[in-house]
């Protein structure tokens, strides 16, 4: 039982380069969120899902696009990267969306924009 | 957005030393979350207080909700090594919106 895998988990980007970072879950959990964390600013929502084949957006979600295809897999993408993106991305997923659920995240991934 | 403060921002004290941190808004939340995030992985939960003046035990953590649910604190007795890491506190706006997380407080417990 894997629980929450990211892929990959370290991208160098230069700045109008595009990228799509993956997030899977092995836990039949219908909740995905995708986060990023920042120096001093915690973790704050891009997108989330609430069910296979929708998505809705979190805080912070210009620049971002995501994808729930398949229940497992959320999918993040980024079209134009620019240097405010650089982060660490962390992927999230919860059984039922319940603010007193557990949120089980993965490892993230460090990207850089150059 | 309502914003959850947590304080102190960076902590650094010897092994076997108590330690208390905050968080802490203006708002009223539904309920409250406790993370700890140890460093290249996520956040992995430590504890969900829901009633106002609630108090949770963790072994030699204890997590208090404030009354009003506007504040929580997470209290560390004995604190060891093993305690290190990054503690973010989530708590729930209400209305049907995602939670809200605070900036986190850095613990270093040096041995």
């Known amino acids: 039982n894997a629980g929450v895998t990211q892929t990959p988990k370290f991208r160098v980007l230069k700045t109008g380069q595009s990228m799509t970072l993956l997030c899977a879950q092995d836990?039949?959990?219908?909740?995905m969120y995708w986060y990023r964390q920042d120096p001093g600013m915690g973790l704050r929502l891009i997108h989330y899902?609430?069910?296979?084949?929708?998505?809705a957006k979190g805080e912070v979600p210009d620049g971002y696009n995501v994808s729930r295809l398949k229940k497992q897999n959320f999918l993040l993408g980024l079209e134009s990267a620019a240097p405010s993106q650089t982060s660490v991305y962390f992927c999230?997923?919860?059984?039922?969306?319940?603010?007193?659920?557990?949120?089980?995240f993965g490892p993230g991934t460090r990207l850089t924009v150059l | 957005t309502q914003l959850l403060e947590q304080s102190p921002q960076f902590l650094s004290i010897q092994e076997g030393e108590n330690l208390t941190v905050y968080c802490n808004s203006s708002s009223v939340f539904s309920s409250l979350q406790w993370y700890r995030q140890e460093p290249g992985e996520g956040p992995v939960l430590l504890v969900t207080v829901v009633t106002g003046g609630e108090v949770k035990k963790l072994k030699r953590l204890t997590f208090q909700f404030g009354d009003a649910r506007k504040d929580s604190s997470l209290h560390i007795t004995a604190a060891q090594p093993g305690d290190t890491g990054l503690y973010l506190c989530?708590?729930?706006?209400?209305?049907?919106?995602?939670?809200?997380f605070g900036s986190g407080t850095q613990l270093t417990v040096l041995p």
């Open positions: 899902s609430v069910g296979e084949g929708t998505t």
């Open positions: 989530a708590g729930d706006p209400g209305s049907a919106r995602q939670l809200t």
């Open positions: 999230a997923s919860s059984s039922r969306g319940k603010a007193t659920d557990t949120q089980y």
């Open positions: 836990m039949n959990h219908e909740y």
